[in-house]
């Protein structure tokens, strides 16, 4: 069989049912466009179950996902979504690109969280878009714009309070919305939630327990993600 798609980090697989998708996390991981690419054993367990929880979490919180459940280790089924082409980030401290882009030194908490849209395309480097440019290339209505602006916000809202709870700052992330074949007028958040796509530092030490430390060559990224599910785990049992 070969899977529908096959990206940077995962396969996405039909099944039986046209209406879902069983998404596997891979254990490759990329940065800079996929310019740095290297394989870490087990990383796909780590960012499945990672996410598999935070999806959870956001469901009981009132939020619609594409999540369905947990296959096993590595894979998940999940509601087929027309993915939008918009990537959604959420930022609470000055890091990564904001950094570049204004010379405002990493670390810098703002006043209240940056919204920043991308466009989704590896071909052009997923550049940053405002509202104007989604309207024109028709990427999002204003209408459904406003949503996932609301939706992005609900959810840093919930994750940067659990995550907290575990001892971690949500620093940034990424968020995917698509709307579900199933119901093309409705949009759900998809896509996955983990360390990959999400900045978190150890709130005693700053330490990165993300991507960053593939990125910058800290090494010990499998033990931070490791830390990150640990927390998460403890965090919902207590
Ligand atoms: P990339 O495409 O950036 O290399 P991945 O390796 O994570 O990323 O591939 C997963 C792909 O599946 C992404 O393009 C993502 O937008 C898409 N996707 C995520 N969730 C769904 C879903 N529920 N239905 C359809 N496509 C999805
Ligand atoms: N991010 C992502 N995928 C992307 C771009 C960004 O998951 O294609 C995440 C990234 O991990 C970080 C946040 O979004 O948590 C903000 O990323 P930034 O714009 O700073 O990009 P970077 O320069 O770090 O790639």
């Known amino acids: 069989m070969q899977p529908l798609y096959e990206g940077k980090a995962k396969r996405m697989w039909p099944t039986d049912d046209p209406q879902l998708l069983r998404m596997e996390f891979k254990n ?19 960012n499945c179950a990672i996410s598999c929880l935070i999806y959870q979490l956001l469901e009981r919180e009132g939020v619609p996902t594409h999540f369905v459940r947990q296959i096993d280790a590595t894979q998940v089924e999940v509601r087929k979504v027309r993915i939008l082409m918009v990537e959604v980030i959420v930022r609470n401290l000055a890091a990564g690109s904001f950094c570049k882009r204004t010379g405002i030194e990493e670390g810098r908490p703002f006043t209240r969280p940056i919204v920043e849209f991308c466009y989704k395309s590896d071909a052009l480097g997923d550049p940053l878009i ?33 995550f907290a709870k575990c001892g971690l700052r949500l620093v940034d992330f990424k968020l995917e919305f698509g709307r579900p074949e199933s119901a093309p ?13 999400c900045r978190l530092w150890d709130l005693q030490t700053g330490e ?8 910058r060559d800290l090494g010990g990224l499998m033990p931070a ?14």
């Open 28 to 46: 490759d991981a990329t940065a800079f466009n996929g310019e740095k690419k290297a394989v870490f054993e087990d990383k796909g367990r780590l």
């Open 130 to 162: 405002n509202d104007d440019y989604i309207r024109e290339m028709e990427l999002a209505t204003p209408e459904e714009l406003a949503h996932l602006r609301g939706a992005a916000l609900k959810v840093n809202d919930l994750l940067g309070a659990f």
């Open 185 to 197: 007028s409705t949009i759900v958040l998809a896509d996955e939630i983990s360390p990959d796509g």
């Open 208 to 215: 990165r327990m993300d991507k960053d430390r593939f990125r």
């Open 225 to 238: 993600y490791e830390e990150v599910l640990g927390r998460i785990r403890r965090q919902l049992d207590a």
